[in-house]
């Protein structure tokens, strides 16, 4: 079991390493627009800190997103992935390892330059840390359920927009959530503790039932 | 309704399909097609071109839910077996199925991995210089030729365990010795007793067991079949 995990996982991770410019388009799609707003809206201390866990949020969010179309289309281009579903392993097992590698190349990297851009907000130094914390418990949620999506929508022509109408509503409350954690952080009034246990929450259910759904989506998509 | 000779000895029934149905869109591509895959038989799905030879091939996998009938293999539903059937079953369709940017090398063994059929790295090197790709293992399939590519796919077919092999014209794009490569293949996997669904125009001869050949898109006995031997 978990030597078919590890071995789809490493396979993805594999191919994302020697087409480097995937995983670099994400990162510098989340940088840039973060870096836009604080140009855009003057460099007022106090607007800035009242934005930032929000506008960092939402470029997580729509980075995850942009991402996500490519999670299962370069396999279904080339058949690979109709080699997947015969394989004899549980479609779900494998999913989650794709989604796991997904994560990996796509989140983890946002998480780790979010102390960086956030300094543009003003943000003190307990608020960067709940915010990379949020995001590490916040951005496997939304690889977990933009696969249900991206398995839905696979092989639609303007797939990519209908996949943001279909998945972007799901990510409310995480980004509700993920953002309600910095802000409360930020302005001190009040435990983030509550947040990051709804996180997880989050997290638990998504890793439980979006590989199932998304297995089921493929199977569907690839009829 | 199969006008199938009797065989001297009685062939283990592998899968059993009946009064299968598939449509596309509104288009109703056969319906009521029965027919049996015995161990060492060769099916030869013949057809038109859109007569539904792709269509009949992916149902038989599973991958393409039929409108009506059954798909059987030995004796349980194919729906209920679900990845023990896949276990049973190799499958080549019309993409290649391996990725450009991994090398020949790294494609089979991530393939016999998730067929939980651990190969060491000498079995698939042997595999890929008996496909004719000596030299070419560790360079990535994209640097590849079309034909080249499909061999790498097809080496799958020499490491593989399985009993069934469905083949979706597996002999396009490939040149004379690798047609004649293909052949033997396919007359062993017969002759250990396996079985084999292809689509082709091309003659696959056999040593030995049954070649049964199926047309779609006629109105008459689809099903007919012939023996190597010369016991009918």
């Not at chain 1, 973060?34 to 201390?45: A, D, N």
Request: charged letters at 15%; hydrophobic letters at 50%.
């Amino acid at each position: 079991m978990l030597k078919v995990f590890y071995c789809v996982l490493s396979r993805d991770i594999t191919l994302a390493l020697r087409r480097r410019t995937d995983v670099l388009t994400t990162l510098f799609f989340f940088i840039i627009v973060v870096s836009l707003f604080p140009l855009g809206v003057g460099s007022e201390r106090e607007q800035l800190r009242m934005l930032g866990p929000g506008v960092v949020w939402v470029a997580a969010l729509l980075a995850s997103m942009l991402a996500l179309e490519r999670l299962f289309a370069a396999d279904y281009d080339d058949g690979t992935l109709e080699q997947l579903l015969l394989t004899g392993q549980p479609l779900a097992l494998l999913v989650l390892g794709k989604v796991v590698a997904h994560w990996l190349l796509t989140g983890l990297p946002l998480v780790l330059i979010a102390p960086l851009v956030a300094m543009q907000y003003h943000l003190s130094s307990t608020a960067i840390w709940v915010m990379m914390a949020a995001l590490a418990i916040g951005t496997p949620v939304l690889s977990l359920i933009g696969a249900i999506g991206a398995a839905l929508t696979l092989g639609l022509r303007g797939g990519g927009i209908l996949l943001s109408l279909l998945i972007l509503p799901l990510y409310v409350p995480v980004l509700v959530y993920g953002a309600g954690a910095v802000s409360v952080s930020a302005i001190e009034i009040a435990d983030t503790q509550p947040y990051f246990y709804l996180l997880t929450a989050f997290l638990m259910g998504s890793s439980l039932l979006a590989p199932l759904a998304a297995a089921a989506a493929l199977r569907i998509s690839l009829e | 309704m199969v006008s199938r000779c009797s065989h001297p000895q009685p062939n283990l029934l592998m899968l059993d399909v009946s009064d299968l149905a598939c449509r596309r869109g509104e288009r109703l591509l056969f319906s009521d097609l029965s027919f049996q895959v015995p161990a060492e038989t060769l099916v030869h799905v013949r057809g038109r071109n859109g007569s539904g030879k792709t269509t009949l091939l992916r149902a038989l996998c599973g991958l393409l839910r039929a409108d009506a009938g059954s798909i059987r293999w030995r004796g349980e539903p194919i729906r209920d077996l679900a990845e023990d059937y896949n276990r049973d079953l190799l499958y080549f369709g019309h993409l290649n199925g391996i990725k450009a940017d991994l090398t020949g090398l790294e494609n089979l063994r991530i393939a016999s991995t998730l067929d939980q059929d651990p190969t060491d790295a000498d079995a698939i090197v042997a595999a890929l210089s008996r496909i004719g790709l000596e030299g070419f293992e560790d360079l990535p399939t994209r640097m590849l030729s079309q034909g080249q590519k499909k061999r790498v796919a097809l080496a799958r077919l020499i490491l593989s365990k399985a009993p069934l092999w469905i083949l979706d014209e597996p002999f396009t794009a490939l040149d004379v010795d690798a047609v004649d490569l293909l052949q033997q293949l396919i007359a062993e996997q017969v002759a250990r007793g396996g079985s084999v669904i292809l689509t082709t125009h091309q003659e696959v001869p056999l040593t030995s067991g049954a070649i049964q050949r199926l047309t779609l898109g006629e109105a008459s006995d689809p099903v007919s079949s012939e023996n190597t031997e010369s016991s009918c």
